[in-house]
C-alpha cells in the first residue's frame, strides 16, 4: 500500500524558507514522476514542481529560482526547499506521485502540510 506523509510546513515571514519533506513507503520514489502540488485558500491546486524518473525537473513559473524538488539519495523521500517565501505561496503542500514519466493524473497523494506566509 502507497503511502505519502509531507511534513515541514509551518508559519514563517515573507523572505523566509521551509524545507517540506514527503516521506514514502510502498512504493519506491525514483521509480515514478513524484510531484509538489499545492492549493491556497480559495484557489485551484496548482503543481509547483515535479522530478522525472530521468532526472528531469520542471518548476511553475511562480516558483522558479526560489523552489528546488529533490530527492533523498539514501531515503524513500522526497523534498521541496522553498527559499524567498512570499504570502502568495501560502497554501496546502502535498507530494503526488504518477506514473513512470510526468504524464496523466496523479495516483496517489499525501495529505498535505500547511505553509502560511505572513507579510
Given at each position: 500500500?502507497v503511502q505519502l506523509?509531507?511534513?515541514?510546513?509551518?508559519?514563517?515571514q515573507a523572505?523566509?524558507?521551509?524545507r517540506l519533506?514527503?516521506a514514502a513507503?510502498?512504493?519506491?520514489?525514483?521509480?515514478?514522476?513524484?510531484?509538489w502540488?499545492?492549493?491556497g485558500?480559495g484557489k485551484?491546486?496548482?503543481?509547483?514542481?515535479?522530478l522525472d524518473t530521468?532526472?528531469?525537473?520542471?518548476?511553475?513559473?511562480?516558483v522558479?529560482?526560489?523552489?528546488?524538488?529533490?530527492r533523498g539519495s539514501?531515503k524513500?523521500t522526497?523534498?521541496l526547499?522553498?527559499?524567498s517565501l512570499?504570502?502568495?505561496?501560502?497554501a496546502?503542500?502535498?507530494?503526488?506521485?504518477?506514473g513512470?514519466?510526468?504524464?496523466?493524473?496523479?495516483?496517489?497523494?499525501g495529505q498535505?502540510t500547511?505553509?502560511?506566509?505572513?507579510s
Open positions: 500500500q506523509v509531507e511534513s515541514g510546513g509551518g508559519s514563517v523572505g523566509g524558507s521551509l519533506s514527503c513507503s510502498g512504493l519506491t520514489l525514483s521509480s515514478y514522476c513524484m510531484v502540488f499545492r492549493q485558500p485551484e491546486r496548482e503543481g509547483v514542481a515535479s530521468d532526472g528531469t525537473i520542471r518548476y511553475a513559473d511562480s522558479k529560482g526560489r523552489f528546488t524538488i529533490s539514501a524513500n522526497l523534498y526547499q522553498m527559499n512570499k504570502p502568495e505561496d501560502t496546502m503542500y502535498s507530494c503526488a506521485r504518477k513512470r514519466y510526468c504524464v496523466g493524473n496523479y495516483l496517489d497523494w498535505g500547511q505553509v502560511t506566509v505572513s
